[in-house]
Structure formats: structure tokens, C-alpha cells
């Protein structure tokens, strides 16, 4: 039986201020290694599932270092490729109080940023997998990255693997002329699983997101204009079977709420609302919800509401963990989600 799930993306160094300090006042980095579907392997593999992560990193120590991490949380690097100048980064200011975070990218000329189709054995990679999972983000950092992409996504469906697509959209990374909103339909057009925030559905549909506005857990959502947006949203994506967003309300830097919807083959599904205080590390908390569910989706298909608690709860977790990586375990994210009831799920 075909178990592994195969994600595909770069990973860079992030580095930060101690303190929430602002990137232009003196003191030491913090140093933590990150990237969307490197935080998606990552989280999968604390869950327990099978997982191939897919990159280009330089043959040097700092790629090393990269593949000796993800083996340390039990992920597959066996396909990294090799080659290529230095490794990408970013620069991390934290929010605190009424300041907002601030990200500055060092990814151009990367090793991740000059690979091309026709690198990677996709037919290998794909002789025994049971899903693939990349993003947008991963179409953005370049041209070549961008067809590197796109190959993979059409190796993929010629293989009959189905395909997660998060729409990951990041305005600032997208400087090699492409219109960021075509590339992203184009890329969802291809999914099975559509994942994306509010801000990112209204991107590739082009109709204007449903405001979120929870102050706290007893906000009450518009399941009736969550049901008819979606609705749009499949005639406008016909191959996708299911579409997951995440709703946050970011009320201050460090309490945020936090929500979702699940609209699996023509049924919405709700969940309760995460009223999170304080924020240790908002970094990652989509590429949490993302794995959770499709580690949901493999084990309990056949429960959507069971996947989408689940989901939810794993990414309202990580605002918990400092870094990009999500290191809940499955018994520990049942244990949050039971003890805030209504739902009671057997820890499987």
C-alpha cells in the first residue's frame, strides 16, 4: 500500500533578533531552518506519517546541515540534489505590541532559486507515493524554480498521485515579471486539495474575502456566506475535491483568534474558534494546518470533521513552539482538542 506523501519546496536559514529585538539594533541572531513545505515534512513526520521532502540545497556544510536536521525529525531527504552557491535566508522581526513583524528575503541566486526542470527523477519519486503537497511559494522564488514547479505538478497527475496545492502567497517574493494571481490559478487548477487564508482564496477566485472578525471564542461565523463562497469557488476549480481555510483575526501581536473551513466534495464543515494569548511564534502556523489535515486525510477520510478539528487544533499549537517547525505529536494535539469539548476523539 502506497503511504508516502512526497513535499516539495526551499528551505532556508531564518534568522532573528533575542528579544524581539528590531533587525537593526546590535546583538547576536537567533538561527532556525524553515520554509513552507519543509515545515509541512517536518509536522508530518511528528505525526507519524511516511514523508519524502524534495529541495536543492549547496554541497556544503550548510547542506549538509539542512539534511542532517530534517533526518533528526525522521524525514526522507534521500532526493535532495546538490549544488548551487549557498543556501537562502531571511530576516525575522518579531511583532510586539502595536509593531508589526517584518520579513526581508536573501533568496535570490540561491541554490533552490536556480533549479530547473529536469533535475529531479519525478517518475522515481512518484513510483510509490500516495499524495504530493507543494506552494505557491515555491512558483514565486524564481523562473526556473517556477518550471521546476510546474513539472512536478504535472508528473504528479501523470502518475495518478493526488495533488496538494497551498496558494501561499507572498507578495514580496515575486520579481521575475510573472503575474503572481495567474500563476496561482494556474497551479490550482491542477489540485486536488486547495489550501489557503482568506486573503489568498480571494487571490485566485477574485472574489473579496468574508471578513473575520472574532475578538474571542464565541464569535459566530457566517456558515450560510462561507457555504456560497465556496460553492463559486469549486464551479471556478472543478478538479479539486476540497478546499480548507484558514480565518485569523490577529488582534494584537501577541493574541490572535483562529478558525477554519472545510468544504470536502460539496459539504462545508466549521469548527470551533481558538482564542490564542500570547503568541510565542506565529511562524508556520498555516504550513501546521496544512499537514495536519493531510495527515487527517490519510487516516481518516471517511470523518471530515474529525480532519478538520484535528487540523485546526494542530495549527493553533504551534503558535506555541518557537521556530518554523511544528513538533506537536498526534496524542498531544487530541489531548487539546478533547479537553476544549464539544468534540471527544479516541487518540488513534
Not at 54 to 70: E, F, W, Y
Not at 208 to 235: G, N
Request: with cysteine.
Amino acid at each position: 500500500m502506497k503511504n508516502k506523501i512526497v513535499t516539495f519546496g526551499e528551505i532556508l536559514l531564518r534568522l532573528s533578533k533575542h528579544s524581539r529585538k528590531r533587525l537593526i539594533q546590535a546583538g547576536d541572531f537567533v538561527e532556525f531552518f524553515g520554509g513552507s513545505e519543509a515545515n509541512v515534512a517536518v509536522s508530518l513526520s511528528t505525526l507519524g506519517d511516511n514523508v519524502q521532502y524534495i529541495t536543492r540545497v549547496p554541497d556544503n556544510l550548510m547542506g549538509q546541515a539542512v539534511s542532517l536536521k530534517m533526518r533528526t525529525y525522521g524525514v526522507n531527504t534521500n532526493s535532495f540534489i546538490y549544488g548551487g552557491p549557498r543556501l537562502g535566508s531571511y530576516y525575522f522581526e518579531e511583532a510586539a505590541a502595536m509593531r508589526n513583524s517584518s520579513v526581508v528575503y536573501d533568496r535570490q541566486d540561491s541554490s533552490f532559486y536556480n533549479i530547473t526542470s529536469g533535475m529531479i527523477d519525478w517518475k522515481k519519486v512518484f513510483s510509490n507515493a500516495a499524495l504530493y503537497h507543494t506552494s505557491g511559494i515555491s512558483a514565486a522564488v524564481s523562473q526556473s524554480a517556477y518550471w521546476a514547479t510546474w513539472e512536478s505538478i504535472k508528473e504528479a497527475r501523470n502518475a495518478g498521485v493526488p495533488v496538494s496545492f497551498d496558494v501561499n502567497y507572498r507578495k514580496n517574493l515575486w520579481g521575475y515579471g510573472a503575474e503572481p494571481a495567474d500563476v496561482l490559478r494556474q497551479f490550482s487548477q491542477q489540485a486536488d486539495i486547495i489550501f489557503g487564508d482568506q486573503n489568498e482564496f480571494e487571490v485566485i477566485s477574485g472574489i473579496p474575502a468574508i471578513p473575520f472578525k472574532a475578538m474571542d471564542a464565541d464569535y459566530e461565523i457566517d456558515v450560510e456566506a462561507y457555504r456560497q463562497y465556496f460553492e463559486k469557488v469549486q464551479k471556478m476549480y472543478p478538479k479539486a475535491k476540497v478546499f480548507l481555510m484558514a480565518v485569523r483575526n490577529q488582534i494584537a501581536s501577541s493574541h490572535h483568534t483562529l478558525s477554519g473551513m472545510l468544504y470536502f466534495h460539496g459539504k462545508l464543515y466549521t469548527t470551533r474558534i481558538y482564542d490564542i494569548l500570547p503568541i510565542v511564534d506565529p511562524m508556520g502556523v498555516g504550513d501546521a494546518f496544512c499537514a495536519a489535515f493531510l495527515h487527517s486525510i490519510t487516516h481518516w477520510k471517511d470523518d471530515p470533521q474529525k480532519c478538520l478539528d484535528f487540523s485546526l487544533t494542530a495549527s493553533a499549537m504551534k503558535n506555541t513552539i518557537p521556530g518554523d517547525f511544528n513538533l506537536n505529536t498526534e496524542d498531544e494535539i487530541f489531548e487539546v482538542l478533547n479537553a476544549k469539548g464539544p468534540f471527544e476523539y479516541d487518540i488513534a
